[in-house]
């Protein structure tokens, strides 16, 4: 029997990108709030960074993101960097970028055109990689009364604003990427793995498989979580619970995280008392 399940990346947004809500009144309809919902495709397709990360580093010292505007109305952004690591969980941390510039930090982008964001880095060559992150943040335009819709009798106004977080990487003289699972454990009916990089670069885990098996190696479960980036030096932790029905049956349970350029696993050994709630 297999089971999918997915994790929810914090603090990093979405992949690669960040939606923002900017209320104009302290009241909106759950009507209208849905239909918003419904329509962020067709706003995020209005508004778009390319490429969608960057890699500097050796004689590569400066390259440029572009700012799409494929909608009818003008489009104002602000640009910021900031440093990026991860704490003892894996959640994204940021610091000032005193290492990264970039030109310009406001612009305005004509409907169906786009413009360039130039970043350069100020550091000489590195023995581990640094890491970086550029937010694009669109600037909402006011709206208009006229342009607010009533919600019954009280007039409720949303804008929606887009905030795409950006990836730069700074590579060393001699990348390696490497990686294990550093621990696993399982408590309460839930097994926890981290992953852990012991390369100087990042990599990023695309999934990682919790598969579960009795004494007699009959597969019970099947359980696959999203993965994220994983910064040199640092780990990670992923979680699935175990489906109940199959817990005390079970004998071992194998993890294995794959990442874009490697493979990493480990396995567990069940105990009874790891099911106990």
Known sequence: MRRKGHSHNSSSGLPEGII???FRRNVISAGLLIMALHAFPAYAANF????TSLELGGSVKSGAFS???GGNEKLNVQISAKEWSQDEEGKDVYEEAKDLVFFPKIMTVEPNEQRAIRVGVKVPA???EKTFRLFVEEIPSPKKDSDMKPAGKITAGLTIAFRFSTPIFVKPVQPKESGIIEKIGMSGGAVRATVKNTGNVHFKVLTVTFSGKAI????LFSQEVAGWYVLHGKSRPF????????????ATIKV???AENLTIDGTLNVQKNMCSH
């Open 48 to 51: 778009q960074i390319q490429p």
């Open 239 to 250: 979680e699935v619970v175990v489906p109940q029905e199959f817990c005390d049956r079970l």
């Open 216 to 219: 007699d190696g009959k597969e």
């Open 20 to 22: 923002s809500f900017l």
């Open 126 to 128: 590195v023995l581990q």
């Open 67 to 69: 700012v799409i505007n």
């Open 256 to 258: 294995e995280a794959k």
